[in-house]
């Protein structure tokens, strides 16, 4: 839970320093039509991903887990007129939810939205040899992690940045005996990363709007 304090912070910066537009809170509003209301990234997480995907030099980005559509926007806004997403969504509900979103904002033609479980919509993308990306977001089932980031090294060119949230679980993330498949997938991801030697990586812990959370970044060499 969010303490007031961290609220309040949040709110402050979000204000001074981030721009969300109407489309973008037509979007966060949308959430409680999903099967996941209130999961989106905050606003000022939103921007964050938008400057690491810029920072990157991003124009090919490929998100685990779209829901209302809100950080793929923010996503589609980083990789400019020439870029593209594509975005994984289990939840045709979601999906349409999110389409209908990217129109509002603009940004439909940059964004390609695959339904179904994500495992199977990379692998397709594997298989038809798809473009490699430049950054990747994994944000939707966290026992899956591990996988996903297998897809990703399968999916990325050499810099590419992979960014995974939601990673401290409550502080269960630091407990080896956790019997949640979540926190087990976050561990598990972790470990692949510090074990794989094409892979930097760190982990940042968070507070504000969301409550505690923090998530992990990775480079590809
Ligand atoms: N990235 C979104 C944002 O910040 O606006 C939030 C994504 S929400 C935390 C997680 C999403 O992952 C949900 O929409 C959920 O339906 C989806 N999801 C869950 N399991 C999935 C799977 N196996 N394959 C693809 N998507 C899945």
Redesign the pocket.
């Known amino acids: 839970e969010a303490s007031d304090a961290w609220r309040t912070v949040d709110r402050y910066f979000t204000s001074t320093l981030v721009g969300e537009d109407s489309a973008l809170v037509v979007?966060?509003d949308s959430?409680d039509k999903?099967?996941?209301p209130n999961?989106?990234?905050a606003a000022n997480?939103?921007a964050f991903?938008e400057l690491l995907a810029q920072i990157a030099g991003a124009r090919r980005v490929l998100?685990?887990?779209?829901?209302?559509?809100?950080?793929?926007?923010?996503l589609a806004r980083a990789v400019g007129e020439q870029g593209h997403v594509i975005?994984?969504?289990?939840?045709p509900q979601?999906a349409a939810v999110a389409e209908a979103n990217f129109h509002v904002a603009g940004v439909s033609h940059r964004i390609e939205t695959i339904v179904?479980?994500?495992?199977?919509?990379a692998e397709r993308l594997i298989h038809d040899g798809a473009e490699p990306f430049d950054f990747v977001?994994i944000?939707?089932?966290k026992p899956?992690n591990p996988a996903y980031l297998a897809a990703a090294l399968k999916l990325t060119r050499s810099g590419a940045v992979i960014v995974i949230?939601?990673v401290v679980r409550n502080g269960a993330v630091a407990d080896a005996a956790s019997a949640d498949p979540r926190v087990q997938g976050v561990r598990a991801v972790a470990k692949d990363i510090a074990a794989h030697p094409g892979l930097d990586g760190t982990a940042i812990q968070t507070v504000g709007e969301k409550g505690w959370d923090g998530l992990i970044i990775a480079r590809r060499r």
């Open positions: 979007a966060r959430g999903t099967t996941m999961a989106e990234v997480q939103g991903l998100e685990f887990g779209t829901l209302a559509g809100y950080s793929t926007i923010w975005t994984l969504e289990l939840e979601n179904g479980p994500a495992t199977e919509s977001f944000d939707a089932d899956n949230d939601n």
